[in-house]
């Protein structure tokens, strides 16, 4: 299975109210990142949380890490209709030579009615 | 600022056919460059990964194959697609810096190619 996977599958809410999602992941890692795709389109990096870090913000996302529990939230706060999109979880795993190779979960779609 | 570009957008093509995806970067040297297939509604499987010109690392034993011929461009080719060959594929880079920093670095995509096996 997958290194990180996102819960849950999919999301639909109304513009305004918060929107959760989560990420598990299965080895130790030095970092998490998110990851923001919009219909038909590449995949844009929304912010990187270390192992170190338990909290971490950006405007009106904010990431939470649980290195114990092995797992992530996202949260967008206010949502948008533009924050329609899938979001992702990514985790570094394994070794290749000069560098690791990124895991992608399967996503979260989240729907923001407007 | 360093820019991502792939083609072409869509693709259509007959079982058998040859295929060849370009991806290049610019505003960077050094790149390590990735390429990814995304089945609809999933998630992103790592195809291919370069950290050099000439250097390639293969994920998944499939009928494609991956080029590094310039620094900064990425090829994806195919001598006879399958059925199975169906699906979004995403070029991305990250910043190479080695000595195990790589990692905490974030990935850049292109808008990927749609591509339809018939």
């Known amino acids: 299975s997958q290194q990180g996977e996102e819960d849950p599958q999919a999301l639909s809410i109304q513009e305004g109210e918060n929107a959760t999602m989560n990420c598990s992941y299965k080895?130790?890692?030095?970092?998490l990142q998110w990851y923001r795709q919009n219909s038909g389109r590449g995949l844009v990096h929304l912010i990187l949380i270390r192992s170190n870090e338990r909290e971490k913000h950006s405007g009106r996302l904010r990431v939470t890490l649980d290195t114990s529990k092995k797992s992530s939230s996202l949260l967008i706060t206010a949502s948008r209709a533009a924050d329609t999109a899938s979001y992702f979880c990514?985790?570094?795993?394994?070794?290749?030579?000069?560098?690791?190779?990124?895991?992608f979960g399967a996503g979260t779609r989240l729907f923001v009615k407007a | 600022s360093q820019t991502i570009h792939q083609w072409p957008a869509t693709l259509v093509q007959p079982v058998g056919s040859p295929l060849s995806l370009e991806c290049t970067v610019e505003?960077?040297?050094?790149?390590?460059l990735y390429w990814y297939r995304q089945a609809a509604g999933r998630g992103l499987q790592l195809l291919f990964y370069s950290v050099g010109i000439g250097q390639i690392s293969s994920e998944v034993p499939q009928n494609l194959s991956a080029s590094r011929p310039q620094d900064r461009q990425f090829i994806l080719s195919s001598k006879k697609l399958l059925l199975s060959d169906s699906g979004f594929y995403l070029c991305?880079?990250?910043?190479?810096?080695?000595?195990?920093?790589?990692?905490?670095?974030?990935?850049?995509f292109g808008d990927g190619t749609r591509l339809s096996i018939l």
């Open positions: 505003g960077t040297s050094n790149p390590n």
């Open positions: 991305a880079w990250s910043p190479r810096y080695g000595r195990g920093q790589d990692s905490n670095q974030p990935q850049h």
């Open positions: 080895t130790s890692i030095n970092n």
């Open positions: 990514a985790t570094p795993h394994g070794f290749y030579t000069g560098g690791f190779k990124t895991i």
